[in-house]
Nanobody
Framework: QVQLVESGGGLVQAGGSLRLSCAASGRTLSRYAMGWFRQVPGKAREFVATIRWNGGNTVYADSVKGRFTISRDNAKNTVYLQMNSLKPEDTAIYYC????????????????WGQGTQVTVSS
């Protein structure tokens, strides 16, 4: 069983930056592909980024490409999402997720989820 805890969310002005962290406990993350998703109340959960277990082959949603960077530190059992040039439309609850399957943009492929962290971008 993997427990995931996100942190780093908050309120930021448009154009600003935030770095989200996802810390794992229970098991080492080194074998898991990791993903970041986001959700606005009343809307479906949306894929943001994913990274392979070894840190290679990152994939991003078109809406965040060039602005967000996913990375991981397996020694610290932590995954990060660096978010730059934030826009009001990035406002959402951000979730990290883990899977032993291949890295994927599909939320159904992930077995473990954190509780989420709120990101609010003001205009």
């Amino acid at each position: 069983q993997v427990q995931l805890v996100e942190s780093g969310g908050g309120l930021v002005q448009a154009g600003g930056s935030l770095r989200l962290s996802c810390a794992a406990s229970g098991r080492t993350l080194s074998r898991y592909a990791m993903g970041w998703f986001r959700q606005v109340p009343g809307k479906a959960r949306e894929f943001v980024a994913t990274i392979r277990w070894n840190g290679g082959n990152t994939v991003y949603a078109d809406s965040v490409k060039g602005r967000f960077t996913i990375s991981r530190d397996n020694a610290k059992n932590t995954v990060y999402l660096q978010m730059n040039s934030l826009k009001p439309e990035d406002t959402a609850i951000y979730y990290c997720a883990a899977t032993l399957r291949a890295a994927s943009h599909l939320s159904k492929e992930y077995d473990y989820w954190g509780q989420g962290t709120q990101v609010t971008v003001s205009s």
